[in-house]
Nanobody
Framework: VQFVESGGGLVQAGGSLRLACVASGIAFGINYIGWYRQSPGKQREMVAI???????TYADSGKGRFTISRDNAKNTVYLQMSSLKPEDTAVYYCNHPLLIHDNASWGQGTQVTVSS
């Protein structure tokens, strides 16, 4: 399984970014995929998960601001982030929720930096 994240960058508070995650080596359409993030000195945390039936779950921190979506034809999961805050600054990763304890399953992530 391999996940390749992209779309991060530097943005001012209140701005928006759209992250993308391309998955390979997995039966993408029948699996749920999540976005996670890790800030310096903090543990990695769940941001949002999208299921095979397109139902979604969000951490409280992103509710109303973040939208997770998927394109099964492209094996890609997106995270649309708006009204960004400095506390959203982190490296964002995607992964299968059952693989999060396997260190080898994580990709390189994409850095999101929100300036105040």
């Amino acid at each position: 399984v391999q996940f390749v994240e992209s779309g991060g960058g530097l943005v001012q508070a209140g701005g928006s970014l759209r992250l993308a995650c391309v998955a390979s080596g997995i039966a993408f359409g029948i699996n749920y995929i999540g976005w996670y993030r890790q800030s310096p000195g903090k543990q990695r945390e769940m941001v949002a998960i999208i299921n095979s039936d397109f139902s979604t779950t969000y951490a409280d921190s992103g509710k109303g601001r973040f939208t997770i979506s998927r394109d099964n034809a492209k094996n890609t999961v997106y995270l649309q982030m708006s009204s960004l805050k400095p506390e959203d600054t982190a490296v964002y990763y995607c992964n299968h929720p059952l693989l999060i304890h396997d260190n080898a399953s994580w990709g390189q992530g994409t850095q999101v930096t929100v300036s105040s």
